[in-house]
């Protein structure tokens, strides 16, 4: 039997995105250790430990750089990794990689894989600050990178990006995202009155504002139209000011579902799933719509527009464009049929692209190097 760690900077991912890893990596005959900050909210060790890993706190801020602390968790897990002695560690999110990397190859794990599961903030700000912020950050990930084996992608243009300014060059792995559970996520039928739903942590880059501005512009002419915002702001950088959503709430625009760790219920009362980001890994929101059977309106972006098969399984709109947005909602409230054969398309490619099991298996072959 083998040892495989896997490290990721949220808790609650690890219950929802690498769930069907573990199953297969311990279905292999592997021993799966994972590691995380802890999450009071998330009931991740219980789950780990239903499909047959352990879960260890490692303590660290997620969410800005803190030089004296990321060299001291380095130095941690350098040292935990040589205790442990894996044969394999997967590395997800960006300090995972970037302090995580060098600390497994220091420690002689013998295979070191990261998976980029999108660029997000450091690497779509604007002005003097946020090209600061991305030249930091791309010097940070290419020296991280030469410790690794094998990187995954959740995107072409991330892959692309990452080879074209010099991050990455070695084996490349582009997968479906995380895929989704396609029995945990069952095809579901439409509810009888309209629901727009969308789901993010509250957040610029996921497009909150944009969608609020689009529920005020359709709720003019469609005052029965329910738009529902489900999710929560974790006081990162780019965090929408809870009074703006609190006002939009206030003034009837959106309901607030609040933090909902599973997404079954919500997509299975909603009609319409929208998602205005800026850009992402591939949006597991979006895998979690198709698999339901729900048409989607979001952003013509990487990591949204893999998702979806433009005026088959949903609508691509620019992003950072309200309007725009409200008019593609509008397009699909004004005709219940197409809207409902959009879903049913985006089951099949579900079926047929987003299998969580088939992406695990093909996860597993690369961080063990047997690809």
Not at 85 to 110: E, M, N, T
Request: some cysteine; proline content about 6%; hydrophobic content about 45%.
């Amino acid at each position: 039997m083998s040892r495989v760690v896997l490290v990721g900077s949220f808790a609650p991912t690890l219950q929802k995105f690498r769930l069907p890893l573990v199953r297969e990596l311990v279905a292999r005959g592997h021993e799966v250790i994972a590691w995380s900050p802890d999450d009071p909210a998330s009931d991740h060790a219980a789950r780990l430990a239903q499909a047959g890993a352990r879960w260890e706190c490692i303590e660290f801020t997620r969410n800005r750089a803190a030089p004296l602390a990321d060299w001291r968790l380095g130095r941690h897990m350098r040292a935990r990794l040589r205790s442990l002695r894996p044969d394999a560690a997967l590395l997800y999110s960006a300090k995972p990689i970037v302090i995580g990397a060098p600390a497994a190859r220091g420690a002689g794990v013998p295979r070191v894989t990261a998976m980029v599961t999108g660029l997000g903030y450091l690497f779509l700000g604007t002005g003097i600050r946020g090209s600061v912020r991305s030249m930091i950050a791309r010097a940070a990930y290419r020296r991280a990178l030469r410790s690794c084996d094998a990187a995954i992608f959740h995107n072409v243009d991330d892959a692309a990006f990452f080879g074209s300014a010099g991050l990455w060059s070695g084996l490349t792995q582009v997968s479906a995202g995380s895929g989704v559970d396609l029995g945990e996520y069952p095809h579901r039928p439409l509810p009888p009155a309209p629901v727009v739903l969308m789901a993010a942590r509250f957040l610029r880059e996921k497009g909150v504002a944009e969608f609020l501005a689009a529920a005020s512009i359709v709720r003019r002419s469609h005052s029965t139209v329910r738009f529902v915002l489900a999710g929560f702001g974790d006081g990162g950088p780019g965090e929408i000011d809870p009074l703006v959503i609190r006002a939009a709430s206030q003034r009837g625009d959106v309901e607030l579902l609040g933090r909902v760790p599973h997404l079954g219920d919500a997509l299975a009362r909603s009609s319409i799933v929208v998602l205005p980001s800026w850009r992402e890994g591939l949006s597991h929101v979006l895998l979690e719509a198709a698999a339901t059977g729900r048409a989607v309106v979001t952003t013509d972006v990487p990591g949204c527009r893999d998702a979806v098969v433009a005026g088959e399984t949903g609508l691509l709109v620019p992003p950072r464009d309200a309007r725009t947005l409200a008019d593609a909602i509008m397009i699909l409230l004004a005709d219940p049929a197409r809207c409902a054969a959009m879903g049913q398309a985006a089951r099949r490619l579900a079926e047929s692209t987003f299998d969580a099991a088939v992406v695990a298996r093909s996860h597993a072959d690369t961080i063990l190097g047997t690809a």
